[in-house]
């Protein structure tokens, strides 16, 4: 049969719902130019997919699923480092080679691959495929740029055994060696995976993976020029070439509207649309949407301490609350929940298992957003202009609060204080008390977001070149 002209990306996102919804805007644009997209899931989370999205029969996107290295009765996994062992990225990586062999052996109407696509956090299992069959390897980090600089560099300096940030005395004291953020970051910034021991498995995962991506002939980010110009020149000195691409989720709805974007969401949780039916009942801007992502979890006395800090701040909110939130399992809320804060809620909070956060934070009624800034979240509610109280807890969140609130100007930092006062008192700071100078701010950035993914905009301008970047790759016969 004969191929076809049109270019074959196979996409290997990392197995979190935050690295696999950028990796699926990613794809679908080039689908919807005319790519073949052969799209690659853990198996658990090619399931979810299937429940909570209809995948539609499209002619250049395929879904193929390997394993995660887990065992079927350990999903879902309670720790996900359980998933970077030594033993099971072993047979990730056994799995996605034979995957990978077979995939160039069967005969279709498509070309062999002309390119792997791998999240930075897959880049190791993607390399060695890429160096044994011959194919180009382009990353894509789904940290922004100022995080995946700040990791590059750390990680080459620990690799090299000059830095130990295991006993740092003064975890405020603002890190002057990071060249173009000296003074942004604080050590309690750091990635967390940092203060592992040497040799601890977690941190030779990182650093591992970290120093892999720049091997890579290319890098993806889902940031824009404008928004991180200092860490995105210091990267292209790094990555023989940088693709600045995002905001992606907005680049996809300002020029894609064909069947492959409004039926293919990528929802991994269901959705409580109830919430955008409540939204509608509230005055502009006066709601604090709330919501800490896929992973994070909090105790049960933190959760307790949000919810009193809510109530008495007397401002309406909406707050997304996990069937898994609460460090330790054992459900949400409980019995134990006082009658006064469940009549307060009922009077002017709303709360969901999870939300369309997108459509919640353009909404008119949404006047703030309590974030644990995950990129993914950030940029969504920069793009909307939205400012953020920022509650950041694991990996990359703390350094996008900081650029969040020293850099950009758009939020507030809670610094790890979540008493009940305190989030009373901040939680007026954001809608009443400092909202003007941050609401200016937010409004500014985000035009500046709605510019870039324009046709005279960097973003698309760097989509396009990517594009033609892959075009020009040699197919493997």
Request: aromatic share 8%; with cysteine.
């Amino acid at each position: 049969m004969e191929n076809s002209t049109e270019p074959h990306i196979v996409a290997l996102p990392m197995q979190a719902e935050g690295h696999i919804k950028p990796m699926l805007n990613l794809t679908k644009f080039l689908s919807h130019r005319g790519h073949k997209i052969t799209f690659v899931n853990s198996h658990y989370n090619h399931n979810r997919f299937t429940q909570h999205t209809h995948l539609p029969s499209l002619p250049n996107f395929h879904f193929a699923s390997i394993t995660d290295g887990l065992p079927v009765d350990h999903h879902p996994p309670n720790d996900f480092t359980t998933m970077i062992t030594p033993t099971c990225r072993s047979l990730v990586a056994k799995d996605f080679r034979e995957f990978f062999s077979k995939l160039l052996e069967k005969k279709s109407e498509w070309n062999p691959p002309s390119c792997i696509i791998a999240d930075g956090m897959m880049t190791t299992i993607a390399l060695d495929v890429a160096q044994e069959f011959q194919i180009p390897l382009i990353t894509f980090r789904t940290y922004s740029a100022t995080a995946t600089w700040a990791t590059i560099y750390i990680c080459q300096i620990i690799q090299e055994g000059v830095m130990d940030l295991q006993r740092q005395e003064d975890v405020d004291k603002l890190l002057a060696s990071i060249p173009v953020i000296e003074n942004l970051l604080r050590d309690r910034d750091l990635p967390y995976i940092f203060k592992f021991n040497p040799g601890h498995f977690v941190l030779d995962f990182y650093v591992k993976e970290t120093i892999a991506m720049t091997q890579a002939s290319a890098l993806i980010l889902n940031t824009f020029d404008h928004l991180e110009a200092n860490a995105i020149t210091k990267l292209k000195t790094i990555f023989p070439k940088v693709y600045t691409i995002g905001p992606l989720h907005t680049l996809l709805k300002t020029h894609v509207t064909s069947n492959i974007s409004s039926s293919l969401d990528g929802h991994l949780r269901k959705e409580n649309r109830n919430c955008i039916t409540w939204l509608d009942h509230q005055n502009e801007k006066s709601v604090l949407y709330i919501s800490f992502g896929t992973v994070v979890k909090l105790s049960r006395e933190q959760l307790m301490e949000f919810w009193h800090g809510l109530v008495n701040s007397f401002k309406p909110f909406l707050w997304v609350i996990r069937k898994d939130l609460i460090n330790g399992g054992g459900g949400c809320l409980g019995d134990n929940v006082p009658v006064e804060l469940e009549l307060a809620t009922k009077d002017r909070g709303l709360i969901v298992d999870w939300a369309p956060q997108e459509d919640v934070l353009s909404h008119p009624a949404v006047g703030g957003f309590l974030t644990h800034n995950g990129w993914n979240s950030t940029l969504e509610c920069i793009v909307e202009g939205v400012p953020m109280l920022c509650s950041p807890v694991l990996n990359d969140q703390p350094i996008n609060c900081r650029s969040v609130t020293e850099q950009w100007k758009i939020g507030l930092d809670m610094n790890g204080t979540y008493d009940r006062l305190n989030v009373e008192k901040m939680v007026r700071d954001l809608i009443e008390n400092k909202i003007e100078g941050l609401r200016s701010s937010a409004d500014a950035i985000a035009e500046m977001a709605a510019n870039s993914v324009k046709e005279t905009g960097s973003s698309y301008h760097n989509i396009e070149n990517l594009m033609k970047d892959v075009a020009s790759m040699k197919v493997r016969s």
